[in-house]
Each structure stands twice: as structure tokens, then as C-alpha cells.
């Protein structure tokens, strides 16, 4: 799958069960070096140190796969300013031991469950909740966001969200389109949680899993305004053959697209005014450390560009550069089209079983 930013792990330690490969110790050092740049932990808390010191009481909201880290960092650096919290996150060994500190949701990724579903009426709860008027609001984002926070939109239902959501990511919808339908679909994404939450200051702190960093993508943008419109939306499912995955949701976005359905909030809205973003955490920070690994361990890598396109391209990309370089470094977020029923592994894995054998191919 896509780079694991914000995995929260640290780096393995020495007697971690390793495969038999050449060059062992260079890949535990590679990994390591990867996984400490990649931790939330020390990002989140210089974040929060950030923060006002005679500032109001925070409420804080985590919500991705990594919540439960990035939580964590927060509540042990700002201490009693947390007045409320809440975690919603996916199957994490520390969700249990966090849940003694504040209120833990679990659910489910890459497609949502009705835990899913439960958890995002909870989040909604939570920011309505007028106690949180005078507060700060802390958010904590990171990968798995879009997928935790499902809540169809009136007319729409879960089994809608999952058929479509699984053709899509089935078809090589790239995350933008993907989370473009996700934020017309449902009542929690493209700066709809914004507009819901009762806090006089917003405060989003992002560890990104979308290559370029935009806000209104990480997640589904779900306290950002979004640029995307219920025609956008339409033109994603005809562009990858999907109008008839869900009639629900296909007769959903026409109507929007005719004006019955209010569109999600557009740059320029005031709304924002009280809303800022900061990224603590990306995929350049993971390219970065792998080059400085291979450095210092006397290699001369080629650093590509970030590859989002088909898995098949950034294979023969690796390859041609490893023509010239003794090692590559590439970031990205590669798609497979036309995956068939299944099918294991995910879209890096095909990039580099495919590179395997082109340079097969070469030798």
C-alpha cells in the first residue's frame, strides 16, 4: 500500500525476525531510519508545544490510523489543558491502555463497517456538543480519516458507501478522485465537520498520506474548505465506469449537481476564519531519511520523483534509474488498475515486483 507515514512504531529492534537477504544490517539500519522519521510522536508534541500557553481549555480529537500516538504525545505534553478527548482509530495494541485517559472508538480500513458509521455519529456528537463553545479544538489527522469517518449522506447507506468505495480503489481511482465522491456522499468530509463544531478556535494537526500535502485531500479534508463540487464528483464515476456500482449514489450526486443538496463549504468561506492546518509529518520525511540512511552508508541514491500514477510506470522508472545509480529512493502513492477479486498485497508491492523483473529483464 501507499507509505506507511505515521505508522506510529519505532524502529525495530535488533532482534526482530528478519527474512534471509543479502545486505540484512543495511536494510534493518534502512527501516529504522524510515520508521523514526515517520513517528508521530515527537512531531505531534513539538506541535502541541506550539500551542498558546494561557490559551483556553483544549478539547481534543484524534481521528486515523495513527490516533492513538498522536493522542498520546498531546495529552502527555499538554497535560490538564485537555479538558475532553476523544480517539477514533483502527485495531491498535495501545487503544486499550489510552482508553484510561479518554473516550476510544474503534473501527475499521480500508472500507468502512457500521462501526465505522457509529464511531463518525459519535465524532459529530462530540463537536455539536456546546460545553466545547469557549474551547480550543485540537485535531489530530492522519491516514485512514476518510475510511473511519463514513456517515452516508440522507438517502444513502453504508452497503452504497462500500460497493462504490471498492470498485473504485478496484478500478486505480487516484485518492483525490476517490475522496472528491467520498466528500459529496457523506455529511463528515470536505469541511463539513467544520461547520458542526461549536469551538470558537480550530487547531488541525496533520500527519499527510496524500503526495503534495493538500488539506482538502488528507482525510477528505473533514475541517477544510474543499474546491470539489457534485459535478466533479460525476465526472469521477464516468471516468472510471462506475455510475451503475450504486444507483443510490448516482441519482445522489445528479441531484446535487441540480442544486437540491447543499455543496460542501468553498475556499473563501468564513467559516475558515477560526480553522488552521499545520502538516507535522509526510511522505517527504520518509524519502528523506532513506536517502540519509543510504547515504551514510556509502550509497549514491537516485531520489525520484513522487510517483502517483499506475504501479506498472514507477517499476520501470526504479529500473532505469538503478542503471545508473547504485540505489533509488521513491516516494509516492502508486495505483493498480483493473485489480481482480482476490488479489493480495497492494500497490507498492506491484511497483516493486515489477521493477524485480524488469531488471530481470535487463540482465
Not at 199 to 216: E, Q
Not at 238 to 261: M, P, W
Amino acid at each position: 500500500m501507499r507509505p506507511s507515514i505515521g505508522c506510529g512504531r519505532s524502529a525495530p529492534e535488533m532482534n526482530t525476525t528478519w527474512p534471509t537477504v543479502e545486505n540484512v544490517e543495511l536494510v534493518k539500519k534502512l527501516t529504522g531510519a524510515i520508521l523514526a522519521a515517520a513517528d508521530p510522536s515527537p512531531a505531534v508534541a513539538r506541535f502541541a508545544h506550539t500551542l498558546p500557553t494561557n490559551s483556553a481549555p483544549i478539547s481534543l480529537l484524534a481521528v486515523g490510523k495513527a490516533a492513538v500516538p498522536m493522542a498520546t504525545s498531546a495529552l502527555d505534553t499538554l497535560g490538564d489543558r485537555v479538558v475532553r478527548s476523544l480517539v477514533f482509530t483502527t485495531e491498535h495494541p495501545g487503544a486499550e491502555s489510552l482508553s484510561a485517559r479518554c473516550e476510544v472508538l474503534v473501527g475499521d480500513h480500508p472500507l468502512a463497517t457500521p462501526r465505522n458509521v457509529e464511531g463518525a455519529r459519535r465524532v459529530v456528537e462530540y463537536l455539536r456538543d456546546p460545553s466545547g463553545k469557549d474551547h480550543l479544538l485540537l485535531i489530530l489527522l492522519s491516514g485512514g480519516g476518510s475510511a473511519l469517518l463514513t456517515l452516508p449522506a440522507p438517502g444513502l447507506t453504508l452497503e452504497d458507501i462500500t460497493r462504490l468505495s471498492s470498485a473504485l480503489m478496484r478500478r486505480g481511482c487516484a485518492i483525490d478522485e476517490f475522496n472528491c465522491v467520498r466528500k459529496h456522499c457523506e455529511l463528515s468530509k470536505g469541511g463539513r465537520l467544520a461547520a458542526l463544531s461549536s469551538a470558537m478556535r480550530i487547531k488541525v494537526c496533520l500527519l499527510s498520506d496524500v503526495i503534495g500535502d493538500p488539506l482538502s485531500v488528507i482525510a477528505s479534508g473533514p475541517f477544510a474548505p474543499d474546491p470539489t463540487t457534485y459535478d466533479d464528483a460525476m465526472n469521477v464515476l464516468l471516468k472510471f465506469d462506475a455510475v451503475g456500482e450504486s444507483e443510490n449514489i448516482t441519482e445522489h450526486l445528479r441531484t446535487g449537481i441540480d442544486g437540491a443538496h447543499k455543496e460542501t463549504p468553498k475556499p473563501g468561506d468564513p467559516l475558515f476564519d477560526r480553522v488552521t492546518h499545520d502538516v507535522v509529518l509526510s511522505n517527504t520525511n520518509a524519502v528523506e531519511a532513506a536517502v540519509n540512511s543510504l547515504r551514510d552508508s556509502g550509497y549514491s541514491p537516485a531520489t525520484l520523483r513522487a510517483h502517483t500514477g499506475e504501479a506498472i510506470d514507477a517499476a520501470k522508472q526504479i529500473a532505469l534509474a538503478l542503471g545508473s545509480h547504485d540505489s533509488v529512493v521513491m516516494g509516492g502513492e502508486p495505483i493498480v488498475s483493473c485489480i481482480e477479486d482476490g488479489s493480495v498485497g497492494g500497490p507498492m508491492l506491484e511497483a516493486v515486483l515489477a521493477a524485480a523483473l524488469e531488471l530481470e529483464r535487463d540482465l
